[in-house]
């Protein structure tokens, strides 16, 4: 005989995993709003990476040389990879990764506020991956530790992958930095586009973050918006010297009262218009993957038709 838990139990044994810093695994119950967070928090991660691959994608056929356009081949593949273990940590939530998309593509659900800004020159490739992946690291390594397994194993693989992706970025700046004149200035130029969207990568501040205080409950997150964004700030300062850039804030400097650089106001206006839609790329963004998907279309009942005959032939 087998006893049935009431609601209560299951609830009680959720809290104690999560109290007891345990991970929460696809077979166990969750109350509704956490799978709801985590469904949300996964989805717009995912469309961020496969949305991510456009800004960058667009220099892969006119990198300056083998070897850097090796790199960057390299690295929106492993941005579409890291899309797709994303979207199957979806799937062990109950998702369907047809229905993330369509939500992704009629403006339903979001991703990241940071690729929908133009990459104008070959140096934002090299921005990109020192500040966006920069800032995607600080924000990612704490959720190795996220309390839905799933997302944080995925999160290994992804923030190691992450690291590469800097690496290169700041390789790649280095180098300019040691070229000509203008190359110096097309990374300065870059690095003051970049800069503030960087910052806004991590969200509304604490005051307006409508999940933080539920998810630091749940551990999804482990620090706040704000606590994450002055860490990135605080790393990003000294990389900045070594390069030989300066960031467009005029109010950076360091307290050392707090042990943490100061820096000036995020222009929040501009993220909310960002994120409701109205970025410099977002329309372009949105159709673009939009149309991949239909292209794809064929891919997709080809696979489904291949699965059904293979079955048939096995019954
Ligand atoms: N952009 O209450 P909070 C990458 C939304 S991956 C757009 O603070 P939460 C790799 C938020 O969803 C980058 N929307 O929310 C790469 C919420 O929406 P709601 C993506 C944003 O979840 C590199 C509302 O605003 N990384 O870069 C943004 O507690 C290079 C209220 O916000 C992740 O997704 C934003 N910046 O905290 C690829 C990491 N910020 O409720 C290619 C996982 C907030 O209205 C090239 N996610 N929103 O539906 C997280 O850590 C969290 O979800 C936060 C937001 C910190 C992003």
Not at 73 to 101: F, I, M, N, P, W
Request: glycine fraction near 6%; charged fraction near 25%.
């Amino acid at each position: 005989m087998t006893a049935t838990l009431s609601e209560k139990d299951l609830e009680a044994h959720f809290e104690h995993t999560i109290s007891k810093d345990q991970r929460i695994e696809p077979r166990d119950w969750v109350p509704e709003g956490y799978r709801k967070t985590m469904i949300r928090m996964i989805a717009q991660h995912a469309h961020s990476e496969i949305i991510g691959m456009q800004p960058e994608g667009n220099w892969i056929t006119r990198a300056p040389s083998l070897r850097r356009k090796a790199i960057l081949l390299a690295k929106v593949q492993d941005e579409a990879g890291h899309g797709l273990y994303l979207y199957s940590a979806t799937e062990t939530l109950g998702a369907d990764r047809g229905d993330l998309t369509e939500r992704l593509v009629t403006g339903r659900q979001k991703y990241s506020s940071i690729f929908n800004y133009p990459t104008l020159t070959f140096a934002d490739v090299g921005v990109i991956g020192w500040l966006v992946d920069g800032a995607a690291i600080c924000n990612q390594v704490p959720l190795c530790r996220s309390s839905y397994g799933p997302y944080a194993r995925a999160m290994i693989r992804i923030c190691k992958e992450e690291s590469f992706h800097q690496r290169q970025g700041f390789e790649l700046l280095m180098t300019m930095m040691k070229g000509t004149r203008a190359q110096r200035e097309m990374v300065q130029e870059a690095v003051n586009r970049w800069w503030w969207p960087s910052l806004m990568m991590f969200g509304p501040p604490d005051g307006d973050s409508p999940n933080t205080a539920q998810s630091m409950a749940w551990r999804i997150k482990r620090h706040t918006n704000d606590e994450l964004r002055q860490r990135f700030v605080d790393m990003s300062v000294p990389q900045a010297e070594i390069l030989g850039v300066t960031f467009p804030d005029p109010e950076l400097k360091w307290n050392a009262e707090r042990g943490h650089y100061d820096f000036g106001a995020v222009d929040w206006d501009e993220f909310k218009q960002v994120v409701s839609g109205n970025g410099p790329c977002n329309a372009e963004r949105v159709e673009h993957r939009r149309q991949a998907h239909e292209d794809g279309a064929w891919v997709r009942e080809a696979a489904a038709a291949h699965a059904r005959k293979t079955q048939e032939v096995a019954a």
